[in-house]
């Protein structure tokens, strides 16, 4: 009887230990556009990666193809600004880095998947546009994870070419450095109006290209 008391006591007492807590958030992704050195504006890609045309079509700028049946695109590179409004969570603001895999049809709908990445804090840190590849070396506490999802395309009479293009991502990732511990699922609706992916402030919408219903988990 002892024994089992004992062993009763020692099972409430790991239960205790190993609370998780679960918080929920939303959040904006803003894409501003960058400023290149003559001032003009330019989409939030930082590094174009590659992109195929199938089907004996023609690259055409900045991401696109001429005739053909679609286009592949393989680990570009963007930057965005995230922001939770409610709470103004830590964890939660500052600059979004993503890579983009895609393989879209002739109207550049389809699959895409890649990598992404959240720093808390400065948005949007020029040492990632300048110096994306040695800049991950020097951060320490950031979100990591991978994304699946799929670009669809939906008549709008209102928007600039009277359709826009709405992409549904599934985010997993788990906190590094100050949020080792921590996990991070999330799903996102992102909205833009041109074939290739740019900031709706090119043609005057200042509203968030995406919106993201965030989960946290933390084991204590």
Not at 56 to 70: K, T
Not at 168 to 194: H, N, P, R, S, W
């Amino acid at each position: 009887m002892k024994t089992l008391l004992i062993l009763i006591a020692s099972l409430l007492a790991m239960t205790a230990q190993a609370q998780t807590t679960f918080e929920h958030f939303t959040v904006e992704d803003q894409w501003p556009p960058l400023v290149a050195p003559d001032g003009t504006l330019i989409p939030n890609i930082i590094v174009a990666g590659e992109f195929f045309c199938t089907g004996g079509g023609e690259p055409i700028a900045p991401v696109g193809c001429e005739g053909g049946n679609g286009i592949h695109i393989r680990d570009a590179q963007g930057v965005s600004c995230v922001t939770e409004r409610m709470t103004h969570d830590w964890r939660l603001e500052g600059m979004a880095w993503w890579n983009l895999s895609a393989n879209w049809d002739s109207d550049n709908t389809g699959p895409v998947a890649g990598i992404w990445r959240i720093v808390p804090g400065e948005c949007i840190d020029m040492d990632l546009v300048m110096n994306p590849e040695t800049y991950w070396d020097d951060v320490y506490t950031y979100w990591e994870g991978t994304y699946t999802g799929r670009r669809e395309l939906v008549p709008d009479p209102e928007a600039p070419l009277q359709v826009k293009w709405i992409s549904t991502l599934k985010f997993v990732g788990q906190g590094m450095g100050d949020l080792a511990g921590q996990k991070m699922k999330a799903v996102e609706t992102i909205t833009t109006y041109y074939p290739s992916p740019a900031p709706g402030e090119f043609f005057g919408i200042t509203d968030p290209e995406g919106i993201l219903d965030v989960t946290i988990k933390t084991k204590y």
